[in-house]
Every structure is written in C-alpha cells, then in structure tokens.
T-cell receptor, first 116, second 115 residues
Framework: ETGVTQTPRHLVMGMTNKKSLKCEQH?????MYWYKQSAKKPLELMFV???????ENNSVPSRFSPECPNSSHLFLHLHTLQPEDSALYLC???????????????FGPGTRLTVL | AQTVTQSQPEMSVQEAETVTLSCTYD???????LFWYKQPPSRQMILVIR??????QNATENRFSVNFQKAAKSFSLKISDSQLGDAAMYFC????????????FGTGTSLTVIP
C-alpha cells in the first residue's frame, strides 16, 4: 500500500450504531487530519494530530471521537450519529505541522458515510 | 477566519481547449500559500499546483498554470490542452504562514471535459 488509505470505503449505519473509520498513511508523515466533505460546502477540518497528539478540534460534536495510536494510524469513532452527519470523510497527512511550511496534504480516497 | 470562494460550481471545456477556473480569497495576512487540488471521480484528492504569495512569478506545472493577483486576492487555474482525464472537482485552498496549519478550502468547481 502506498500513500494514504482509508477503510471502509462505504459505510451505512443507523443512528444507534457504533462504528469506526480507519486511516493509515505510508508516507512517514507526522501530521494527520480528518475532514468532512459535504456537497456544495467547503471541506470542514475536524481534527488535527501531530505526533499522536491532538492539536486541533474544530468544535466537532462529541459523537465523533478521534484516536491516533501512532503517527501512521488515525481512527474516527462514531456513535449516535445524526442523518446530517452523512458525508464523505477524508483523511489526510502532511510531513509536519511546523508553522510556515508549505507542506502539501496528501489525501485518502475517503469513506462515504450514510446515516439512516 | 480566512475564506476561499470559488464562484463557478460547474464548468465545461472541449477537449484540447483551454479553461480557467476562478478562485478568490480573503485574508489579512501578507504571507501565505495557495493550492489547487483535483478530486477525480475516484475521490482521492491530489495536488495540482501551489504558489507562494511572496513569489511574483506565476507557478506552472506542465499544462497547468495559475494567474496569481495578490492585490486582487485572486488565484485562478488555467488548464491548457484539456484532456478527458482532467474531468474532476477542483478545489482552491489557502494556508497562512503564521496562523497555524489549517488549510481553508473553497466549495469546488466541477469540470467536465467534452470529447
């Protein structure tokens, strides 16, 4: 595997279910991100991790719970979601979080989440 | 907060022709980076081109070039000799040099290439 991978690619869940999204980066990067992509809206940054420490949480509801066990893996645990949470969830990584750097972000293919 | 505006939700271009995608942004910073990302139907977003705000010369990458107008806060993408593989969503993004590491994305432009 190369780049950034995400599993599953598609997920359908009920509002009372608990599920997890997984992201893995094979690039040796130190920073990882979760984004929510909804139609006709800008990408919404949800969480940022640097060297397994959460450095940013953009007012995301507590029904989304991130976990970063090491710098290569990032999870997004989901529980009691709402239908409006249906979206494409993208994971990304970048070399570093050093301010001033123009490191690009490398994206995974995303998980298409549908909440019934 | 910085905002990025892409005013063209959809664009189309004939194969082999040239198309320009618009992007404007709002910021009070003087130093920043701008990016264009491409998201094909398979959904993996990839970087197309990037520009440092302190560089006056417009960035180019093969058939892709930008028109960066700092005073107007405009950053358009020109695709020359359009190919069928260029069909995708294109996102403009901004990243400040001093205000953390957040990327701000526009809403995207869906580009159709007509054979």
């Amino acid at each position: 595997e190369t780049g950034v991978t995400q599993t599953p690619r598609h997920l359908v869940m009920g509002m009372t279910n608990k599920k997890s999204l997984k992201c893995e980066q094979h690039l040796g990067h130190n920073a990882m991100y979760w984004y929510k992509q909804s139609a006709k809206k800008p990408l919404e940054l949800m969480f940022v991790y640097s060297l397994e420490e959460r450095v940013e949480n953009n007012s995301v509801p507590s029904r989304f719970s991130p976990e970063c066990p090491n710098s290569s893996h990032l999870f997004l645990h989901l529980h009691t979601l709402q239908p409006e949470d249906s979206a494409l969830y993208l994971c990304a990584s970048s070399q570093d979080l050093a301010a001033g750097g123009m490191d690009e972000q490398f994206f995974g293919p995303g998980t298409r989440l549908t909440v019934l | 907060a910085q905002t990025v505006t892409q005013s063209q939700p959809e664009m189309s271009v004939q194969e082999a022709e040239t198309v320009t995608l618009s992007c404007t942004y709002d910021t009070s910073e003087s130093d920043y980076y701008l990016f264009w990302y491409k998201q094909p139907p398979s959904r993996q977003m990839i970087l197309v081109i990037r520009q440092e705000a302190y560089k006056q010369q417009n960035a180019t990458e093969n058939r892709f070039s930008v028109n960066f107008q700092k005073a107007a806060k405009s950053f358009s993408l020109k695709i020359s000799d359009s190919q069928l593989g260029d069909a995708a969503m294109y996102f403009c993004a901004y990243k400040g040099m001093r205000t953390g590491n957040q990327f701000y994305f526009g809403t995207g432009t869906s580009l159709t290439v007509i054979p």
